[in-house]
């Protein structure tokens, strides 16, 4: 380079120096808007990337809205309490925004099966759980039981169990079944108005799980006459028609809410570890911590330093109580014998 033009590079500063618009080195606000005129709202139905919403929890109110942008893929499912902006009329044609999604105070939680890595949220919020079980026709399969109750207890939901079709077979062999756990069991007949069960739900919301034609949706169209829900009769083979396809959350009358789910086939439990069922047992949450790391609770030969035996020897727990609990952890890997 000649002499000149070093001369004329020397002369040059930053004002000299074009920057092209748009490709700053500025980095991006991360700050979103606040929305303090946002709406809450109760996620009642989800369709297809749209999610119908109760404003302040009025089934009379009910608004149609999209998930907004800043939310990228956070998931809103039926039970979601979220925070609306936009169009919340309700109008025909009218799409409100979801901003917010509020932190879930319970989830009921399943996947496909024991080994399938993606979990499936079902209902968000239920305050319990309504496992829907006939007594016959189709006949009744503890085990899916076992499992149902193990995904209220790991996603915080309180448990109820519903035995339909009692006009058909007795209740006794399920419930003693059941006895060692706290469990509220409420008995159905086709021929009687469910009123224990209506007392049960009301003011709370509840969600409805079980086999496809157990009754479940005639139980729903009961409590809430205007569900409309379809309901299905039984196969040949004992097995049900599914009719419900997605989760729904239905006012009932005297206040509270239903939410039905899809009749299904099988409850995967693989994202629940031994520690989530135990701690649904008060007596031995503080034992457990002293098994060893690995310890599934099942006890020998499975688990043979499992300390829970300890404590049932020493009389701390009743006999019945460890059986019960280590029923519902080897749910866990049983799901072919549980399945529909």
């Excluded at 169009?87 to 939680?109: E, I, K, N, Y």
């Excluded at 139980?219 to 419900?244: C, E, F, I, M, Y």
């Amino acid at each position: 380079m000649s002499r000149r033009g070093r001369r004329a590079w020397e002369r040059l500063d930053e004002s000299d120096v074009r920057v092209r618009p748009g490709k700053g080195t500025r980095p991006r606000s991360k700050r979103r808007p606040e929305h303090a005129d946002a709406r809450a709202a109760m996620v009642v139905g989800v369709d297809r990337g749209r999610w119908t919403c109760a404003l302040d929890g009025d089934p009379d109110q009910e608004v149609v809205a999209m998930r907004a942008r800043e939310l990228g893929r956070t998931p809103i499912v039926v039970g979601d309490l979220v925070d609306l902006v936009g169009d919340t009329s309700g109008r025909p044609d009218t799409l409100a925004r979801v901003v917010r999604v509020a932190d879930r105070s319970s989830v009921l939680r399943r996947t496909a099966d024991d080994n399938d890595p993606y979990e499936r949220v079902v209902v968000a919020n239920a305050q319990q759980l309504l496992i829907v079980c006939a007594l016959a026709d189709p006949p009744p399969r503890t085990g899916f039981i076992d499992r149902c109750l193990v995904a209220a207890y790991a996603g915080g939901l309180k448990p109820v169990l519903c035995l339909t079709k009692a006009d058909l077979a007795p209740p006794d062999e399920i419930t003693a079944a059941y006895a060692e756990l706290d469990l509220p069991v409420l008995v159905t007949r086709s021929d009687r108005e469910p009123d224990a069960v209506r007392e049960r739900l009301a003011d709370q919301v509840s969600a409805l799980v079980g086999h496809s034609g157990v009754g479940k949706s005639t139980l729903v169209n009961t409590l809430v006459p205007d569900a409309d829900r379809a309901v299905s009769a039984v196969s040949a083979v004992g097995k049900g028609r599914h009719t419900s396809t997605a989760a729904v959350a239905l006012p009932l009358p005297g206040g509270g809410w239903v939410v039905d789910t899809p009749g299904i086939r099988s409850f995967g439990l693989a994202h629940i570890g031994p520690d989530d069922i135990v701690s649904a047992f008060d007596e031995f949450v503080e034992p457990a911590e002293e098994c060893p790391s690995n310890c599934g609770h099942l006890g020998p030969p499975e688990d043979p330093d499992c300390v829970l035996d300890v404590v049932v020897a020493e009389g701390e727990a009743s006999p019945g109580r460890l059986l019960s609990l280590r029923r519902l952890l080897a749910s866990r890997g049983r799901l072919d014998e549980y399945a529909d």
